[in-house]
């Protein structure tokens, strides 16, 4: 009987702790990682079945990879899906700009018919009908869910991603060395005869700005870009420089996905020309062929792969 009752007592603080460890995680429920969840969420979609984390996958560096992707109803994005490492304190999202803030952003794709499909307001209701989430965003912001306090957990969780283990950053600090290819194609990347770092700088290797790289001809290549927020003709083709961190697991690239490997994409900007003759408004760095060597391109491509942070990839790859 005395035994029985110690292994009762015993179990009973068993369950005790247990039951503490379980409530932890509500307990220590942050901003970032309420929007982490929320990234995951299906039932942020029309038909629950598509959430941010469908298209922004963790393990391809938070892209994917098809040229457009599918939404509810199988709908196609109309651009490629980019990765969303990095976008803390960026001027500008989207390829044409159409979002200053992570906190707009956010809200765009649930809204978006080829994507989430679902009215903000539809969005709010199924989380406050959640008794789980319900008593999440009472913890983090003492409040119901609404439109704000929704954007604002997912901009808390993409201003904790970004990338700054790679090689390249080990190089930076001294504590590994680049291969001669690579070292051959940084040089070559900053060089004026490639003039990547042109647009591509900043320690993501992005200008913030809007350029054309010769992709748009009123023809097969459409898409006008920053020109259909702007109405500016000078926008016409011009897209949102993207930053190269982790480029080497993005495939397939542009903001129409019409590379599918770096060596094809670095080829195109050697005489871009060569695949769009009659392109409109083409910047003028880019305005005549750039003359690399194979070897060149091929340097170019070694140095594009030391920028990839491994907790971004997939494991077994
Ligand atoms: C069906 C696929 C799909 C889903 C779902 C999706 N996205 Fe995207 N995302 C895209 C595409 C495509 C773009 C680029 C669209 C454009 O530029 O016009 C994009 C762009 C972005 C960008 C801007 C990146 C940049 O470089 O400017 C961010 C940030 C982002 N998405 C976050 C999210 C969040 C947060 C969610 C969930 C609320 C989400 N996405 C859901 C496909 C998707
Ligand atoms: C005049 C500015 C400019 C120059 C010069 C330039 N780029 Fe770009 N780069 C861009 C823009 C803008 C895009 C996006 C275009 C699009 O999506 O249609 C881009 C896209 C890319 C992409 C694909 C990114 C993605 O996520 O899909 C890579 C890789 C790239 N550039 C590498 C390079 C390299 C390597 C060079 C030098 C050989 C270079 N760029 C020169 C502006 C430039």
Redo the contacts with the bound molecule.
């Keep these: 009987m005395k035994y029985l009752k110690t292994t009762f007592l015993l179990l009973l603080a068993i369950g005790f702790i247990g039951f503490s460890v379980i409530e932890k995680p509500a307990t220590v429920m942050t901003k970032a990682a309420l929007g982490k969840l929320?990234?995951n969420e299906k039932i942020?979609?029309k038909d629950s079945s598509?959430?941010?984390s469908?298209?922004?996958h963790p393990d391809l560096a938070f892209a994917d990879t098809l040229p457009?992707?599918?939404?509810i109803n199988g709908k196609l994005?109309?651009?490629?899906?980019?990765?969303?490492l990095n976008?803390k304190n960026?001027p500008?999202?989207?390829?044409?700009g159409?979002?200053s803030s992570?906190q707009e952003?956010?809200?765009m794709?649930?809204r978006n018919p080829?994507?989430?499909g679902l009215p903000i307001q539809e969005a709010v209701q199924r989380l406050n009908n959640s008794s789980f989430y319900n008593k999440q965003f009472q913890l983090v912001f003492k409040s119901n869910a609404n439109e704000k306090n929704l954007a604002d957990a997912?901009a808390a969780y993409?201003n904790t991603l970004e990338t700054t283990d790679s090689k390249f950053d080990d190089w930076s600090n001294n504590i590994k060395k680049l291969s001669p290819a690579e070292e051959r194609g940084r040089q070559v990347f900053l060089s004026d005869k490639a003039k990547c770092f042109d647009c591509h700088f900043q320690v993501d290797f992005t200008d913030d700005g809007f350029k054309n790289i010769g992709l748009f001809n009123g023809k097969e290549w459409n898409d006008s870009g920053r020109y259909l927020i702007t109405n500016n003709i000078q926008d016409i083709g011009k897209f949102?420089t993207?930053?190269l961190r982790n480029i080497a697991v993005t495939a397939p690239y542009m903001?129409n996905g019409m590379f599918k490997t770096l060596e094809e994409l670095v080829e195109y900007y050697n005489n871009t020309k060569k695949i769009v003759p009659n392109s409109v408004n083409i910047d003028h760095a880019l305005k005549e062929p750039l003359g690399l060597s194979k070897q060149e391109q091929k340097d170019i491509v070694a140095f594009l792969k030391t920028l990839t942070d491994k907790r971004y990839v997939k494991k077994n790859s």
């Design positions: 929320l990234f942020l979609s598509i959430s941010c469908s298209c922004h457009y992707s599918v939404g994005t109309k651009r490629n899906t980019p990765s969303v976008m960026r500008y999202y989207f390829f044409d159409r979002a992570l952003q956010a809200l794709p649930i080829d994507e989430m997912f993409e949102k993207p930053g903001h």
